[in-house]
């Protein structure tokens, strides 16, 4: 299952990613990635994660999957209040 429609998720991804110290290729294989090229397209939006992909990102940047989805929601509620 695919998390579409989040627009948010690339940029808290690199910024979490970047708050790390980690490049998209030491992301990409802590969390089991092929390729670097997956976490850059995840971070531009060209691609959306599934939901295993956003507990196996979660765990690779050492924060709950749930804090991830947390602030995905909290700059959707912004959006809408604006």
């Known amino acids: 299952m695919r998390m579409k429609n989040h ?6 991804l690199r910024r979490l990613r ?17 390729s ?7 971070e531009s939006g060209r691609k959306h994660p599934t939901v295993e992909m956003l507990f196996r990102l979660a765990d690779a940047l050492e924060v709950p999957a749930s804090a991830i989805i947390f ?10 209040h604006i």
């Not at 602030?71 to 809408?80: D, I, L, Q, S, Y």
């Open 7 to 12: 627009p948010e998720f690339g940029p808290i």
């Open 36 to 42: 670097h090229a997956h976490v850059s397209r995840l």
């Open 71 to 80: 602030e995905m929601e909290k700059k959707k509620r912004r959006a809408w």
């Open 18 to 34: 970047l708050e790390k110290g980690l490049s998209q290729e030491a992301l990409a294989d802590r969390a089991g990635m092929a």
